[in-house]
């Protein structure tokens, strides 16, 4: 088939070099602009783009696309039978939509209709759900509404992070979207309408969405340390500066029978530093790193913090 690709980060790579083995061709790949990143905010080229780069395939990077002339000139000029997006995080207007015969066909990141958004890799995790997966589906005007092509499952282990989960899931809609464009050219796929009942957001995360909700149960707190890595991780205060946590660990009702009662008070024990947490449990922070300083572990921050039992975190 003749594609347009549209991509720009890490996720999307994966599918691009699939559709490239494959044997399709790309003749145009679409990315967002380099970005000024790191300390000397030097321009940085975007994963997507370097291996169009290394893969000679000519590349776009409009600031806008809804009123682009040229791009719409462009592609109308290349005629492709389908155009894939992957992670390119920009709305895709309704000429685009409309170009292609097959469509726009989208990879995402969850099993639709549930976490629809931004961050449908980190919600799921931070939800506590045992299994997700990746969609191909045809995009529409909507948010994640379009029809669903193609879906596979993939489990969540209790202690994997959404870091962990990203690479795995790229690898395996990589290889989803390569069957979807092979059912579509044979005509075998049927698209399935998704159940807006069943729908479930997945926003793009704030820093707020990274700060450790005592009230909550201890288990509820880890999972949403590992939905939020890398950013935005999992923090409070302390004294009234910010207290990242890097390791963090749950740790059954029944572990103390003193300490602490209200959600947020600090338990020390044997250089350990324990909070405690809503429904009676407790979270050990196991390695944190104050405003300002380096990561550690909590047994050194101990040794250089005035933290007693009884003091709270959270103000």
């Given at each position: 088939?003749?594609?347009?690709?549209?991509?720009?980060?890490?996720?999307?790579?994966?599918?691009?070099?699939?559709?490239?083995?494959?044997?399709?061709?790309?003749?145009?790949?679409?990315?967002q602009?380099?970005?000024?990143?790191?300390?000397?905010?030097?321009?940085?080229?975007?994963?997507?783009?370097?291996?169009?780069?290394?893969?000679?395939?000519?590349?776009?990077?409009?600031?806008?696309?809804?009123?682009?002339?040229?791009?719409?000139?462009?592609?109308?000029?290349?005629?492709?039978?389908?155009?894939?997006?992957?992670?390119?995080?920009?709305?895709?207007?309704?000429?685009?939509?409309?170009?292609?015969?097959?469509g726009?066909?989208?990879?995402?990141?969850?099993?639709?209709?549930?976490?629809?958004?931004?961050?449908?890799?980190?919600?799921?995790?931070?939800?506590?759900?045992?299994?997700?997966?990746?969609?191909?589906?045809?995009?529409?005007?909507?948010?994640?509404?379009?029809?669903?092509?193609?879906?596979?499952?993939?489990?969540?282990?209790?202690?994997?992070?959404?870091?962990?989960?990203?690479?795995?899931?790229?690898?395996?809609?990589?290889?989803?979207?390569?069957?979807?464009?092979?059912?579509?050219?044979?005509?075998?796929?049927?698209?399935?309408k998704?159940?807006?009942?069943?729908?479930?957001?997945?926003?793009?995360?704030?820093?707020?969405?990274?700060?450790?909700?005592?009230?909550?149960p201890?288990?509820?707190?880890?999972?949403?340390?590992?939905?939020?890595q890398?950013w935005?991780?999992?923090?409070?205060?302390?004294?009234?500066?910010?207290?990242?946590?890097?390791?963090?660990?749950?740790?059954?009702?029944?572990?103390?029978?003193?300490?602490?009662?209200?959600?947020?008070?600090?338990?020390?024990?044997?250089?350990?530093?324990?909070?405690?947490?809503?429904?009676?449990?407790?979270?050990?922070?196991?390695?944190?790193?104050?405003?300002g300083?380096?990561?550690?572990?909590?047994?050194?921050?101990?040794?250089?913090?005035?933290?007693?039992?009884?003091?709270?975190?959270?103000?």
């Amino acid at each position: 088939m003749r594609l347009v690709f549209c991509g720009t980060p890490s996720f999307a790579v994966p599918t691009l070099k699939a559709v490239l083995r494959a044997g399709h061709s790309v003749e145009l790949v679409v990315c967002q602009p380099d970005r000024p990143a790191g300390r000397g905010m030097q321009l940085v080229v975007s994963p997507v783009k370097e291996t169009a780069n290394i893969a000679g395939i000519p590349v776009a990077q409009p600031e806008k696309i809804r009123n682009n002339a040229e791009l719409r000139a462009r592609l109308e000029q290349i005629r492709p039978d389908a155009i894939i997006v992957v992670a390119y995080g920009r709305i895709i207007p309704k000429w685009m939509l409309d170009l292609p015969r097959l469509g726009n066909l989208n990879l995402h990141g969850s099993l639709l209709p549930k976490y629809r958004g931004a961050a449908p890799i980190q919600w799921a995790v931070a939800n506590g759900e045992p299994v997700t997966g990746v969609t191909t589906m045809r995009l529409d005007e909507g948010l994640d509404t379009g029809d669903i092509l193609m879906q596979r499952e993939m489990p969540i282990a209790p202690d994997q992070t959404a870091t962990d989960l990203f690479p795995l899931l790229a690898e395996m809609g990589a290889a989803l979207m390569v069957e979807t464009l092979d059912g579509l050219a044979a005509g075998t796929l049927q698209p399935i309408k998704q159940d807006d009942s069943q729908a479930t957001l997945a926003p793009l995360l704030t820093r707020d969405d990274g700060r450790m909700d005592f009230t909550r149960p201890a288990m509820s707190i880890y999972n949403h340390w590992r939905g939020f890595q890398p950013w935005p991780g999992a923090w409070t205060l302390l004294a009234g500066k910010k207290l990242s946590v890097h390791r963090l660990m749950p740790l059954e009702p029944s572990a103390f029978s003193g300490g602490p009662a209200d959600p947020a008070g600090v338990r020390i024990e044997h250089d350990r530093l324990f909070v405690r947490c809503g429904d009676k449990t407790w979270l050990e922070l196991v390695e944190v790193q104050m405003e300002g300083k380096k990561r550690m572990s909590a047994a050194d921050f101990l040794r250089g913090h005035p933290l007693k039992t009884g003091d709270k975190l959270g103000v």
